[in-house]
């Protein structure tokens, strides 16, 4: 439950031994490398071209399997992706990376041969449209070039519009009505009609000016074979191309057994990638190299001896002090761990912050808890994240670490689920009520908030103070360790007074007694009142305390008191524990309602198990959605606006960022 | 026919409420997971594995329409058109109606506001997707007054049956 302490560490080693020494770091993982220093002497490499070649083998790699799983589906079992990478035996690494020549050739051949299959692919719908657009011509017995004969004039070609002959004939004897014309019509349709016109050759030029104007236009390929014969050529060559492209299609599919190998390639140049980019990070001299970077303390000291044993490099290791840029490592017990994942999404405390981690995942889990309230949804969310964590042992941390804290939440909303009475909503009695005649009620542990939600939403109310009243106790907390205590008094006491005693003085009020129940003593509500008023005069004197001109340093301690508008809106805003917990309950006793109209016969108990399960999924699914999304934000927005400053950096240990297999083991 | 409306004024008057609140946040809901799934499906023609990140972000505005669902359910419970019919007063015919209103008119706004934001999330995501936890967070604020209008309707509809008019 801290913040780890860092080490900035620095190896002075030999240039030979620069590969080893980063492949040592990355499987390590524990080091983040920072710019080194470059001067006369040790020198900034610049390896771009190399990187970009390895990022090149990798997207080759990555095309290369992608394609197989186009042409062979890859078998994946139920969830597989929970189970995270595959571990890789130190033999098929080396059996892999020693024949990475050999699989990188047969990517190259696999990705060739399916670009050349799309290319025959977009030929074939050529070809396809060159043939289609034939059809009309088939009956045609000539080739379409014809032109006649020694004392004729054919002309061949089309109308862009339904014509019949008799129609054509017509036009043509108005506009050349000296000329005999044979017409044969070869097909029409309403688009086109095309047609085969025969005249005396010594009428041709007078006989084309007439089928122009008459909107007669020739094909616009015209073959030298009749179009049958070339029609035929065409489906020959489509066959030709199908043929093709099954040898390509097989070319990929006999490669099917070296998806595996693809699969690593890409891993292992976007490794390889990776390095280089950490080379970058380095100075080097002729000989030798220096490296900087960030580690934490537990490691330091591990790393220094191997390193120095392995490679004869000296490492130096030294504290960071104040150093901007160090990142932020947290450290937290079992239980707190799983919400650091919440806090990053957020922002890592600065290095010199409390680690807030453990109170928070306290109020994290019953914050939660209450306001998914409910012990079977808990139940089954429980048992959901535990068989998850328990099947797929591989699991990624990041995935891990969510499942753990959504089964610490399972946890603690089946807790608030039995202290407020609900199970699946109302579902015992209702289902005692339907199938067995005789109404169970299971009575809350400590009360329904369904019946009593005004008790409820005092409970919200008083569960936000304390929330907050931590937020502040942390701020203090930071105060007294900087050495400024007495700013503990200023900004948390303060607050603590004015809001404590506002809630004692309301207490002891007949009108707030009407609403909660409650009534304190006229002395302890005056007592509260005293209270808050000696914290409101803190504010106002302390708050602006950073202004030496007195006028400044009072209007900012009036700004300052302004503030309780702002912690009105805070503590109102943990009603939402009450209405979301209520919106749980009350829509799951919707659905059993809707589940139980059917009755208890066959077709009433098949649709009351239908309507059961559908429904509470559902409400299950938009349920946990509100909690979480709620519970961030009452933790973000109301807790870490008391204390949080954030913005630290987080930490980015060099290390194997693979996709497909994890390769940790040192080889 | 009018003495029968008249007869049944309070009853109708508490169906009217049921009905608007269900309708006018379902109304804001539709449109804003609808919105949503346009923007959504958007970003799925790039990138097919951001859709369970995107699906988070078109449902976060679902919300209200299942607020309005509730309101609607626990009035016609009340007046007993579920079960045996009970004699609803005209005073308590509005009031269920009046009770009705925050969750009608807060769930529509309010859905169609965090529609749009959940839209702009789901940009967010796209382009960064570590920054969910922050980018999920924004729409959160705006349905806050979503929850704040379903706590007084709520709080209101459990109240009604205690008032003896």
């Known amino acids: 439950m801290a913040i780890v302490q860092m080490c900035k560490i620095s190896v002075y080693a030999l240039k030979k031994h620069r590969k080893a020494i980063l492949e040592f770091l990355q499987r390590e993982g524990a080091v983040e490398i920072i710019n080194s220093p470059s001067n006369d002497v040790f020198e900034v490499e610049d390896l771009s071209s190399q990187q970009a070649q390895f990022l090149k083998f990798s997207s080759v790699a990555s095309q290369a399997w992608q394609t197989i799983n186009k042409y062979c589906k890859e078998d994946k ?223 330091a000291e591990k790393l220094e001896s191997k390193i120095t044993k392995r490679f004869g490099a000296y490492v130096e290791l030294e504290d960071p002090g104040s150093e901007k840029n160090v990142p932020t490592v947290l450290h937290n017990n079992a239980i707190s761990r799983p919400v650091e994942g919440v806090i990053s999404t957020y922002s890592m405390p600065q290095r010199n912050e409390p680690d807030p981690t453990f109170i928070m995942s306290i109020f994290y889990y019953i914050l939660f808890g209450i306001m998914f309230s409910d012990a079977g949804y808990g139940l089954v969310m429980t048992l959901a994240c535990f068989t998850a964590l328990k099947k797929f042992k591989g699991m990624e941390s990041g995935l891990k670490r969510s499942v753990k804290m959504f089964m610490y939440c399972g946890i603690s909303t089946m807790f608030w689920g039995i202290m407020f009475g609900s199970f699946f909503g109302d579902a015992i009695s209702v289902i005692s009520e339907t199938f067995f005649n005789h109404k169970i009620v299971i009575d809350a542990l400590w009360f329904n908030p369904v019946t009593n939600p005004m008790r409820m939403l005092m409970f919200s109310f008083a569960l936000g103070i304390v929330h907050l009243f931590s937020g502040l106790g942390i701020l203090a907390y930071k105060h007294i360790k900087s050495g400024h205590a007495i700013y503990a008094v200023y900004d948390t006491l303060s607050w603590y007074f004015i809001v404590g005693g506002a809630v004692l003085y309301l207490l002891s009020q007949d009108m707030m007694a009407g609403i909660t129940g409650i009534k304190l003593p006229q002395t302890v509500g005056n007592i509260g009142g005293i209270l808050a008023i000696i914290g409101a005069v803190i504010v106002l004197i302390f708050a602006g305390r950073e202004s030496v001109n007195p006028v400044k340093r009072i209007l900012k301690g009036a700004y300052g008191l302004y503030g309780i508008t702002g912690y009105l809106s805070d503590i109102l ?70 204390f949080y400053e954030g913005d630290g950096k987080p930490f980015e240990p060099f290390a194997v960022k693979t996709k497909y297999y994890n390769i940790k083991e040192e080889f | 026919m009018l003495s029968a409306l008249v007869s049944n004024s309070g009853l109708i008057l508490a169906l009217l409420g049921a009905a608007l609140a269900t309708t006018l946040a379902g109304i804001g809901s539709a449109i804003a997971v609808g919105k949503a799934g346009i923007a959504a499906a958007g970003v799925l023609t790039e990138d097919p594995s951001k859709f369970g990140k995107v699906l988070i972000f078109q449902l976060l505005p679902a919300t209200q329409g299942i607020y309005g669902l509730l309101i609607g359910f626990l009035i016609i419970s009340n007046v007993g058109l579920l079960g045996e019919a009970k004699e609803v007063s005209v005073v308590q015919g509005l009031l269920y109606f009046c009770a009705a209103m925050p969750i009608a008119f807060g769930g529509l706004i309010s859905a169609i506001y965090q529609g749009k934001c959940s839209i702009a999330g789901i940009a967010t995501v796209n382009k960064k997707p570590d920054q969910m936890g922050k980018a999920i967070l924004l729409p959160a604020m705006v349905e806050t007054y979503a929850i704040l209008a379903l706590l007084i309707s709520m709080l209101a509809v459990f109240g009604i049956p205690n008032v003896t008019i």
């Open chain 1, 573 to 642: 805003s943990y009603s939402r524990l009450l209405a979301l917990g209520l919106a749980t309950g009350v829509i799951g006793q919707v659905f059993n309602q809707i589940a139980a109209i059917g009755g208890s016969g066959f077709v009433g108990t098949i649709l009351f198990i239908v309507v059961f399960v559908v429904g509470h999924t559902l409400n299950i699914g938009i349920n946990a959605l509100g909690a979480y999304v709620h519970t961030n934000r009452l933790q973000f927005v109301e807790f870490f606006n008391k």
């Open chain 1, 77 to 299: 079992a139920f969830l597989e992706s929970f189970n995270g990478r595959k571990n890789i035996s130190s033999e098929n690494y080396y059996t892999f990376v020693d024949n990475k020549d050999e699989i990188m050739s047969v990517a190259a051949e696999v990705n060739a041969a399916e670009k050349r299959q799309a290319e025959l692919k977009a030929e074939i719908i050529k070809l396809e449209n060159r043939r289609d657009a034939l059809r009309p011509w088939l009956d045609l017995d000539v080739p379409m070039r014809f032109k006649g004969t020694g004392s004729t004039r054919a002309f061949i070609g089309l109308f862009q519009e339904q014509i019949s002959r008799e129609a054509l004939l017509e036009g043509l004897a108005k506009k050349a009505p000296d000329i005999v014309f044979d017409i044969e019509m070869i097909s029409s349709t309403t688009e086109q009609t095309c047609v085969f016109i025969l005249c005396n050759k010594k009428h041709a030029e007078q006989a084309e000016t007439a089928l122009r104007a008459l909107g007669f236009a020739y094909p616009q390929t015209p073959s030298k074979q009749t179009p049958r014969e070339s029609e035929e050529i065409l489906q020959k060559r489509i066959e030709e191309y199908r043929a093709k492209i099954a040898d390509c299609v097989y070319t990929i599919e006999k490669n099917v057994g070296m998806r595996h190998a693809f699969k690593f390639m890409e891993d292992y140049f976007v490794m390889r990638a990776d390095k280089y980019e950490m080379i970058k990070r380095l100075s080097n001299s002729q000989r030798c190299f220096v490296l900087t970077g960030y580690t934490t303390k537990k490691d």
